[in-house]
């Protein structure tokens, strides 16, 4: 089953894609500073990770002690 169509897995994808972007923003920002088109995209996808952190961390948590137990 695709991850688009169960959503437990569409939500690790989208927590995984933002940590990634937000990494790789912080590693090396000139990849991610275009903000329009498919690179955009994942720009803002860094942008939620820096401005959400906290939440971001707890989504993450929660997914991993979701897929650990249940």
Do not use: H
Request: overall charge positive.
């Amino acid at each position: 089953m695709s991850a688009l169509f169960n959503f437990n897995s569409f939500l690790i994808v989208v927590l995984l894609v933002i940590c990634t972007c937000t990494y790789i923003k912080m590693q090396f920002p000139a990849i991610l500073n275009d903000r329009t088109g498919f690179r955009g995209f994942f720009w803002k996808a860094a942008r939620i990770g820096e401005r959400l952190s906290p939440w971001v961390a707890f989504g993450c948590f929660a997914m991993g002690v979701s897929t650990i137990f249940f």
